[in-house]
Each structure stands twice: as C-alpha cells, then as structure tokens.
C-alpha cells in the first residue's frame, strides 16, 4: 500500500541553524501538507500546498519557514534560523484533493530537537 | 474558530472491556469530524470520519464513533478492546479547508 515517507526520523540541530525536512508524499497525490505537534501539545496545521504554491498557512508558519517541491517526488520544510521552541514532531500529510473529503495520509513524522 | 477537546490524556482498558474516547468540538458550521490512529512510530492513519450523511461512523478495527450535535461530541467507541488497539488517538474536526485541527489526544493502553 502507497505510504508518505519522511526522511530523518530524528534530527538534532543547534539554534540558529537551518534545517530541512524531507517527505516524499504519494505519488498520484496533488495536496501537500504540514503539522507539527510539541510535546504534550496539540497536533497543529502548519501549511498546505497545491501547484507549487501555498495554498494556507497557519500563524506560526512565519518568515523562518518555507516550504517546496523541489522534484516530481519530494516535499521539503525549511526552518532558516532554528529556536528552541521549534523542537517538535513534524508530519507531513499528503492528499488527492482539496477539503476534508478527502483523506490525508500522513508520514511518521520527523523528531526535531533543537538544542 | 474551531477547536476539539479530548478528554483524557490516558485511557486504560482490560482486554475485551469497552473502549469509549471522548471528544467534544467546537464549530461556527457544520463540522467534518475524524478520528485518527496512531501506531509507535508510524503516522497518523484515518479511523473514520463524520461528513454529515450518517450520524453513527463506522471505521476500521471495530470502531465507530457517534455524533451528537445537541451534545457537540463525537466519541469513539469500540465494543471489545483488543492488545492491538494500544495506541495514541486523535479526534480532529475541519470547516471544510484543507486544514484539520487536532486535539491532544488520548493514549490508550489494554491489559491482559
């Protein structure tokens, strides 16, 4: 069965360095998505995209992030300048199309710790 | 603005008792209402999911979850709890975006 995959399962960064995380969505999926979840906290949409461009984005999606799909396959997260309060899961999710219709497939997520 | 309330962080079960997990929402519309399953490092995977055509879901593994609009909840029940089900659950509700909005979920543990 057709999985999202996400790529590390675990990294550790220092503050102030840029970070990359890496999904490879479904590949006949046309909506990519990202969550993340603190620790004991909320899972909490980040960002959605469609046609190689953000269609919503959350408040915390702020300037220190971006978002691309650099290739047919992969869809990146970019945190430029990591903060301590940055460390989290992040999930990315991808579907077939647009709303709550249809299902998100989610990865299993990258642990960053910032330190 | 939309939001889920899961109450109980933990919920522990003997094997073949009643699950119930508890989820109250919050919406300004008619909501999209799931619940979400999530297995020791693997991603979050769809139980089932409230589109307003049935009030009682059925989903996968046994469960079903029932909403009740007077009540704002969509509580997650399974009859039977297998050692299987030990898991973390997430109740999520979407206004019809693309985004979902999660709640802290419930950790479920089953003992023998």
């Known amino acids: 069965e057709p999985e999202v995959t996400q790529t590390p399962s675990h990294q550790v960064t220092q503050m102030g360095q840029e970070v990359i995380l890496r999904c490879v969505p479904i590949?006949?999926?046309?909506?990519f998505y990202w969550y993340r979840q603190i620790l004991g906290q909320k899972v909490e949409f980040l960002v959605s995209?469609?046609?190689?461009?953000?269609?919503?984005k959350s408040e915390i999606f702020d300037d220190q992030f971006s978002v691309e799909r650099p290739d047919g396959s992969n869809f990146t997260l970019k945190i430029r300048s990591t903060k301590l309060e940055d460390s989290a899961m992040y999930f990315c999710?991808?579907?077939?199309?647009?709303?709550?219709?249809?299902?998100?497939?989610f990865g299993p997520g990258t642990r960053l710790t910032v330190t | 603005a939309q939001s889920v309330t899961q109450l109980g962080s933990h919920v522990s079960v003997s094997e073949g008792a009643l699950v119930l997990l508890r989820c109250n929402y919050s919406?300004?519309?008619?909501?999209?209402l799931f619940w979400y399953v999530q297995y020791p490092n693997q991603g979050l995977q769809l139980l089932l999911k409230?589109?307003?055509?049935?009030?009682l879901v059925k989903g996968i593994n046994g469960f079903e979850a029932e909403f009740k609009k007077s009540e704002t909840s969509f509580h997650l029940t399974k009859p039977s709890a297998h050692m299987s089900d030990a898991a973390e659950y997430f109740c999520a509700v979407s206004d019809n975006t693309d985004k979902l909005i999660f709640g802290t979920g419930t950790r479920l543990q089953v003992f023998p």
């Open positions: 999710a991808s579907s077939e199309g647009a709303g709550p219709v249809y299902e998100q497939y």
């Open positions: 919406s300004s519309v008619p909501p999209y």
């Open positions: 409230y589109t307003s055509a049935a009030t």
């Open positions: 590949s006949n999926h046309l909506y």
């Open positions: 995209f469609y046609n190689n461009e953000i269609s919503e």
